[in-house]
């Protein structure tokens, strides 16, 4: 992993936070605290998007498939 790989994902958690408190000022530690886990992998899913590398198993244990 490469630093400019861990600046956009420490990006991608600082803007959900953010975001998280413009629509709900008076969030808890909480939540604002999952809303930086799911910017963070939000981040980690669409760089595997954008490479055309998504092997994550599915729910059923099939692997998903990229088009």
Do not use: Q, R
């Not at 600046?7 to 600082?14: H, I, R, S």
Request: hydrophobic content about 45%; cysteine-free.
């Amino acid at each position: 992993m490469s630093i400019l790989e861990t600046l956009a994902k420490v990006g991608g958690a600082v803007a959900a936070v953010e975001a998280t408190e413009k629509l709900e000022p008076n969030a808890s530690i909480l939540t604002k605290g999952l809303a930086a886990v799911a910017g963070f992998k939000g981040v980690e899913k669409l760089e595997d998007l954008a490479h055309g590398t998504e092997a994550t198993p599915a729910s059923d244990g099939n692997v998903a498939e990229s088009n």
